[in-house]
């Protein structure tokens, strides 16, 4: 992502901040995010399942309710946040935003805690992203 020595990537989360999750989209699901995720909240991972994912056959992804995006998005932010899944962990490292500087600086535009924070070299950015192909093969 940086270019040249000037350029710093940074990212902290800014209290209070839930616009990663208000985004208009989906949050995927691997499934060891669905097993946490039920045993956070006691149920068996049937049970979470049939409450909250959709599964197809090369994906799973929490189903979104009508008036928000995510199920366990609250105005205190997320519920299940000790446990969120990988796709919510690892934001704003994402593929296409560490190899693209526009999309990382479109993202900035929405997302107070770019800029913010220690600088994180690109090998760790690269490093977390790479997590990211990993949980979801069929998106990269």
Same mark, same amino acid.
């Given at each position: 992502?940086?270019?040249? +020595? %000037?350029?710093?990537? &940074?990212? =902290?989360?800014?209290?209070?901040?839930?616009?990663?999750?208000?985004?208009?989209?989906?949050?995927?699901? /691997?499934?060891?995010?669905? !097993?946490?995720?039920?045993?956070?909240? %006691?149920?068996? +991972? =049937? $049970?979470? $399942?049939?409450?909250?994912?959709? &599964? /197809?056959?090369?994906?799973?992804?929490? *189903? !979104? +309710? &009508? =008036?928000?995006?995510?199920?366990?998005?609250?105005? $205190?932010?997320?519920?299940?946040?000790?446990?969120?899944? /990988?796709?919510? *962990?690892?934001?704003?490292? @994402?593929?296409?935003?560490?190899?693209? *500087? *526009? $999309? @990382?600086? %479109?993202?900035?535009? @929405?997302?107070?805690?770019?800029?913010?924070?220690?600088?994180?070299?690109?090998? /760790? =950015?690269?490093?977390?992203?790479?997590?990211?192909?990993?949980?979801?093969? %069929?998106?990269?």
């Amino acid at each position: 992502m940086p270019k040249s +020595p %000037n350029d710093e990537l &940074r990212f =902290a989360c800014q209290p209070g901040c839930t616009k990663c999750c208000d985004m208009e989209g989906f949050v995927y699901l /691997t499934e060891e995010d669905l !097993k946490k995720a039920a045993k956070f909240l %006691n149920l068996p +991972p =049937a $049970e979470f $399942e049939q409450r909250y994912v959709y &599964r /197809t056959a090369h994906q799973r992804r929490l *189903r !979104k +309710p &009508r =008036a928000s995006q995510c199920t366990f998005l609250t105005a $205190e932010g997320c519920s299940i946040h000790a446990v969120k899944p /990988t796709q919510c *962990r690892l934001f704003p490292f @994402w593929p296409h935003l560490i190899e693209s *500087r *526009r $999309e @990382w600086e %479109n993202t900035a535009k @929405w997302c107070p805690g770019i800029g913010q924070g220690e600088l994180i070299q690109i090998g /760790t =950015a690269l490093e977390r992203a790479e997590d990211m192909k990993t949980a979801y093969p %069929n998106f990269f």
